[in-house]
């Protein structure tokens, strides 16, 4: 009996991003990827992108679905939200992007082949693998914040991969719910790395595939000082964090699941 095609989910958290979400809803459909859905989060755009995104979930029902929060209170929440919804429609595969185009969409067929052919458990889209870069766009102090951020979290976690705070990722379903996606409590690029931090707290491995990170093409920046400062927070917290009841279950869970999956 064949194998029936994996179901993969991309979920983009949206706030102010009416100009984009068109553009990025069409590379992604483009890519002829079977049984792909979107699942698009939006927090309440005032710039009117929950009707924009309603207005692409009319013209492919079935493909595209829109979940509306009331309010905006941080990217993690949106991608808690988003990624809940897709385990519970049944993905397989979830996908996490921005919807800036600033994630190049042709690189999600590398990385679901990455995540189908070895045992990782989450596939990182990476700017500093051999092969990944940033957009000449950026200013060096930029590249240089970039660069530290990675190096600081690194330095605390041993996380092991080349870019903890990227933000381009595909994952299996199974681990998603072996991390308990639901009581992640982070934003911003701290979510990124809270999630790393449970995946290799689990003992399930991480792999990289290079990207180059362009620079948004439409509308500003959302990374706030208190984001910020959360995220430098974050590892340290992490760190002298103990495995509590729930998820030293879900370390079971992930080590019999691994060792099925490795070859």
Request: hydrophobic share 45%; no cysteine.
């Amino acid at each position: 009996m064949a194998e029936s095609t994996p179901k993969v989910t991309v979920v983009i958290p949206t706030y102010n991003e009416r100009e984009n979400l068109p553009k990025v809803v069409e590379l992604l459909t483009g890519l002829g990827v079977p049984n792909l859905g979107i699942v698009v989060v939006d927090d309440n755009s005032p710039d009117g992108t929950g009707e924009v995104a309603d207005g692409l979930a009319a013209a492919a029902p079935g493909t595209v679905g829109v979940l509306h929060r009331t309010e905006k209170d941080g990217l993690g929440r949106a991608y808690v939200a988003g990624m809940s919804r897709a385990l519970a429609e049944g993905a397989d595969v979830v996908v996490q992007m921005d919807a800036d185009l600033s994630h190049p969409v042709e690189a999600v067929p590398v990385m679901l082949e990455t995540l189908a052919t070895t045992d990782a458990a989450v596939v990182l889209g990476s700017r500093y693998v051999d092969g990944g870069s940033v957009a000449g766009e950026w200013a060096w102090h930029r590249k240089a914040l970039s660069a530290w951020a990675n190096l600081y979290v690194d330095t605390i976690l041993r996380l092991g991969v080349k870019d903890a705070t990227a933000g381009f990722k595909a994952w299996r379903a199974d681990a998603l719910r072996a991390i308990d996606i639901a009581s992640v409590r982070s934003n911003g690029y701290a979510f990124q790395v809270e999630m790393n931090h449970r995946v290799v707290r689990l003992g399930m491995r991480i792999a990289e595939v290079p990207i180059r990170f362009e620079e948004r093409t439409e509308g500003q920046s959302k990374m706030s000082f208190a984001v910020q400062v959360e995220s430098a927070a974050m590892p340290w917290k992490l760190r002298f964090t103990k495995v509590d009841a729930g998820e030293s279950g879900a370390v079971g869970l992930a080590g019999s699941a691994g060792s099925a999956g490795a070859s």
